[in-house]
Nanobody, 125 residues
Framework: QVQLVESGGGLVQAGGSLRLSCAASGRTFSGYNMGWFRQAPGKEREFVAAISRIGGITHYANSVKGRFTISRDNAKNTLYLQMNNLKPEDTAVYYC??????????????????WGQGTQVTVSS
């Protein structure tokens, strides 16, 4: 079992920044690829970013590329998402997820084995 707890969400004006954190416990953190997803009201959950086990490979949704940065600190069992130049359309609940099985990072939510409870990000215009 893996437990994931997100933090760092909040209310920010357009153009501002937030840094989300995801604290992991239960299994060796470096043993799984990690991802961030988000879900806005009335919309399906969508992929945001993913990072490989050791952190050498990252992948971003086109909508956040150049504005968001995913990173991880395996010594601290923590995943991060630095979000800059936020836009109202970034408003959503953000979830971190752990993928234990895949050999490469994936953008598909069914491939992820464990999920956090989510943290709300609201961007005002």
């Amino acid at each position: 079992q893996v437990q994931l707890v997100e933090s760092g969400g909040g209310l920010v004006q357009a153009g501002g920044s937030l840094r989300l954190s995801c604290a992991a416990s239960g299994r060796t953190f470096s043993g799984y690829n990690m991802g961030w997803f988000r879900q806005a009201p009335g919309k399906e959950r969508e992929f945001v970013a993913a990072i490989s086990r050791i952190g050498g490979i990252t992948h971003y949704a086109n909508s956040v590329k150049g504005r968001f940065t995913i990173s991880r600190d395996n010594a601290k069992n923590t995943l991060y998402l630095q979000m800059n130049n936020l836009k109202p359309e970034d408003t959503a609940v953000y979830y971190c997820a752990a993928d234990f099985s895949s050999q490469v990072i994936t953008t598909r939510s069914p491939d992820y084995d464990y999920w956090g409870q989510g943290t709300q990000v609201t961007v005002s215009s």
